[in-house]
């Protein structure tokens, strides 16, 4: 070494960096929410507000009640459709993303595990899910809750009207009508909603871990959203098929470990139709939900972590 | 004797081609150390091998065969990874945020929290010029400004090494300047620079050592004047010399045996020195 180099004063030695941080994985989640929000992703709620607007002034020849669980189910369909369909195509874009613009060579060369990465990513979109949900059954909610206030103020007005109908037969309209309302249950169909989407963003984590770009982990992703959905039919039809060779009964069933049996997230069609919440089920689907994510980010890590950049 | 900051033994990193058996060995063999305090420069062409042997010191790459230590920590634990700061060639950062966001991100991902990283930020977007620009998206900087930033990214948890692949890739003349004056402030403060660049006038002015590699293999090593001072040549340069004592060197000369002079004329700017001029000297005119 040189002298002129040998006599320049050092810095210090850096402090010491915990080996896991939970602020690391924030830091990484408020990024991907300033990014999503930022990408204007935002602007597919007035889509939605749109079409459940729509739903709610769209007459059709039949009772007050029928027509508030029409407006339900689009507007709680709706609500699914966007919250999954969202969750796979904000998850796509992100790794897939940091790694052609190489953002992810800075973030990765910070002291930064690459399962907090993950992590924050995953975090990061779910807050946005949540949020959207929660703007989402906002707006259900005013346009249901109008609706209702309208068909129970015509309901009372009946009677007032020429007396046609006896105090006890509005009340029981009344009855229907709010049956058909406004409940608090609604909120579990919402949860069931954000389940869904938090599985297939885990799944699509995964996917983006390994694919070569955004367009790719979509297809999939939606694939895999698909076929979920036929699970328990195509896991019964295939499985039970003696004719297939070991091979095949051995893919079929790794396929249907992998593949998440999207079906049993779809609990939200009843408690949307007025069926009474099981919590038992609610908290056995939320433990599920945990359980897909913790599996998936496995998965992830797996081939995440060995990645070369 | 301390720590090397970079020690590289036997680095060895072979990629495969698709699902084919063939192989492409990006590095053959390398090793070097870069010692703490110096500015040291890996220099060759473009698909030399040097872009690879720093993503292996950084962790996001593994090494075939070999082994890469920064301060005596394996490369890529997260100690070590805290120790460096990386600017590579072409930064893209995220365009949403701004420049002060941008450092404020990094530097919580380092640990960084309230007022220490305030007054941190504060310092860098100082040292770099962009305090104007602090508040405007990336999406908005030019390349030179882009390269500032980054570089004010690499060292927002004050690392003792700093890791720069092409530091002044695609900038013009007078950004580059900035960035080489940046990069001697750096080794004025104590930092540890490892650079990579096929730009060798820029490495020629900044580094302390030099090692060349080529296909992935280190050629020559050592310090800069080791490297390319030619032992039996000697160069003067005279100012205002009257043409009768250029006469009377040149019979000097004559009259010593086994002397010649092979090269003689007047001393020249370097292009890149006449532009920066002409660039300060319209700044200076505008300003007044």
Known sequence: MSEEIA????????????????????????????????????????????????????????????????????????????????AIVSTALLIPRDLEDRTLYTILSKPVRRIEYLLGKLCGVLVVVGVSLLAMWAICSLVIFSRESLYVADEMALIQEDGRYGAEEVEAQIALIREQGLRPELGFAVLASFFKAAVIASVTIFISTFASSSLFTIITSVLVFLIGHAHSMAANFWLQETENNLFVQLLLKLFKILIPNFQIFSFSEGIVQGEAVVAALVGQMGALTVGYIVVFLFLSLLTFVDKEF | MSVPAVEVKNLTKVFRTGFSKDYVVAVDNLSFEVEAGEVYGLIGPNGSGKSTTMKVVLGLMAASKGEA????????????????????????????????????????????????LKDRTVELLQMVGLEEAAKRRLAGYSKGMLQRIGLAQTLIQNPRLVILDEPTAGVDPVGSRQIRDLILKLRDDGYTVFLCSHLLEQ??????????????????EGTLNDLISIED????????????????IHELVASEKGTTIIDEGNSRTTLERLFINIAEQKTEDTDQ
């Open chain 2, 69 to 116: 230590k920064v301060f005596g920590l394996e490369s890529g634990a997260i100690q070590a990874r805290n120790e460096i700061g990386f600017l590579p060639e072409n930064p893209y950062f995220y365009k949403h945020l701004s420049g002060v966001e941008t450092l404020r991100f990094y530097g919580k991902l380092c640990g960084l929290r309230g007022s220490e």
């Open chain 1, 7 to 86: 006599e320049r004063k050092l810095r210090a030695p850096a402090k010491a960096v915990k080996s896991f941080s939970l602020l690391r994985v924030w830091t990484i989640a408020t990024s991907t929410v300033t990014q999503l929000v930022r990408m204007k992703t935002f602007y597919f709620l007035l889509a939605f507000a749109v079409v459940v607007i729509a739903a709610g002034n769209f007459n059709i020849p039949s009772t007050p009640a029928k027509e508030l669980s029409m407006i339900k189910k689009v507007s709680f369909g709706s609500m699914d459709l966007f919250a999954w369909l969202f």
């Open chain 2, 203 to 220: 490495v020629q002015e900044v580094c302390d050592r030099v090692g060349i590699i080529f296909k992935g293999r280190m050629r020559r």
């Open chain 2, 233 to 248: 040549q000697t160069s003067l340069t005279l100012e205002g010399a009257s043409p009768e004592l250029l006469g009377k």
